[in-house]
């Protein structure tokens, strides 16, 4: 399954690349400690010049997750 998730996630930085490539914008949403933020090709978009990242919180746009039937910010 993590093979699977890792190609899938190759997958969308080439997506991202043409993008980036064309002048037009991106957005890659994922928890900030998150391990696929280590993976290669992530970690090769995150170098280029015109790619920046932030760390925002999910509360602020009344983003919820639920975790054993608790709804939690």
Same mark, same amino acid.
């Given at each position: 399954?993590? #093979?699977?998730? @890792? +190609?899938? %996630?190759?997958?969308?930085? &080439?997506?991202? #690349? @043409?993008? =980036?490539?064309?002048? %037009? /914008?991106? %957005?890659? &949403?994922?928890? $900030? ?10 970690? +090769?978009?995150? =170098?280029? /010049?015109?790619?920046? $990242? /932030? #760390? ?9 997750? +639920?975790?054993?039937? #608790? &709804? %939690?910010?």
């Amino acid at each position: 399954m993590l #093979e699977m998730g @890792i +190609t899938h %996630l190759n997958f969308a930085m &080439e997506l991202c #690349e @043409i993008q =980036r490539q064309s002048g %037009l /914008y991106f %957005l890659v &949403e994922h928890p $900030a400690g998150a391990s696929s933020w280590s993976v290669h090709k992530v970690q +090769t978009m995150l =170098r280029k /010049y015109d790619v920046h $990242a /932030y #760390e925002g919180d999910m509360c602020q746009f009344n983003m919820k997750q +639920t975790v054993q039937g #608790e &709804e %939690l910010f």
